[in-house]
């Protein structure tokens, strides 16, 4: 999938087209892939769904630019914190091309500001199936994951730390110092969930050796367990 420099940008660092009537506003536009409602079976949502569709095509060319298009307007109400209009536009870049992975990223990412970050994990999950494999990305999936393992019981909680570290390891496939110090310092937040504080203060040490900025809250939280 061809992407632009902006969109590389925002998932490096994390790393309004058309309008829609209200009525759809009303179905669930502010979830996830419209939370699972199989808008095929209603002639209204439907006939919306068509219409943007055609209109999309015809700004674009195809489904698949008018979806990228989408996304970028979606990182775009992202940035400034308009996270209602980042999602209505994230669902309709999915509705264009469900095989567009930086919908999915997206979802994850307002999913996070939610603090759901089971949720958040399920759509970085899916976005790294569709293609997403930005070493930026990676770190943000693990560390989600992660997040998510928290919350679940024992079994459940291993088996998503361990997949946590070992996508870590795949992010660490990149000679980026800078991007480096970045999943050095996500992952020193993963290790401290794991409840593994030695690890934790090696990855924080690895990450300022390559000029990583710590965050304050870590380093006192560590601080605090030593």
Known sequence: MKISNFLRNIVFITFTLLSISPF?????QERPMYEGIDRSNNPELQTIDNELIAKATRTFGTREHA?????ERAFDHYSKNEFKHSMERFN????????????YLGFGLLMNQENKS??????FKLANEK???????????ALT???CAV??????KEKLFEMSNDIYET???TSNNRLLAYIYHSWAKSYFLQKNITRSKEMVEQSKRLGGKIDSSLLNDLNSRS
């Not at 979806?67 to 996304?71: A, H, P, R």
């Not at 091309?97 to 919908?103: D, G, I, K, L, V």
């Not at 089971?118 to 759509?123: G, L, P, Q, R, T």
């Not at 919350?151 to 459940?156: A, G, P, R, W």
Request: proline content about 2%; charged content about 25%; glycine content about 6%.
């Open 131 to 141: 293609g997403l494999k930005e070493n930026g990305f990676l770190a943000d999936y």
């Open 118 to 123: 089971c949720d958040a994990y399920k759509m």
């Open 92 to 103: 309709q870049a999915w509705l264009l091309n469900p095989e567009n992975a930086y919908s």
């Open 67 to 71: 979806s990228e298009g989408y996304v």
């Open 24 to 28: 759809a506003e009303q179905i669930k």
């Open 171 to 173: 992010a660490l496939q």
């Open 145 to 147: 994951t992660s997040q």
């Open 151 to 156: 919350l679940k019981d024992k079994d459940e």
